[in-house]
């Protein structure tokens, strides 16, 4: 549901803008998890889980993932990325 979420608020800001909804990135999937917070475009606090990363999905190209980290860490970005289109974090 969350990936969903993510990726119709992906195309509605595209179409928004004035894009082509069919140039909008896909979010990576994302699990249901209220074990992190604190995301931003930037970075992701993980709160609880075992394990998780923040990402980035940049328009026509790859999401940009910040390293996986342990409970209480911080995910963050290497870089500001061009053309992010939405951004949030995956817990495994």
Sequence with gaps: MI???????????TVISGGIAL???RAPEAKAAACYGSVSIWKGKN??????????AIKNSNAKYGAWVGKGKWSQQN??????VSYGMTAR
């Design 23 to 25: 140039d909008v990135a």
């Design 3 to 13: 990936t969903k979420f993510v990726l119709g608020a992906a195309i509605i800001g």
């Design 47 to 56: 709160n609880t889980c075992s394990s998780a990363r923040h990402w980035d």
């Design 79 to 84: 870089a500001c990325w061009a053309n992010v």
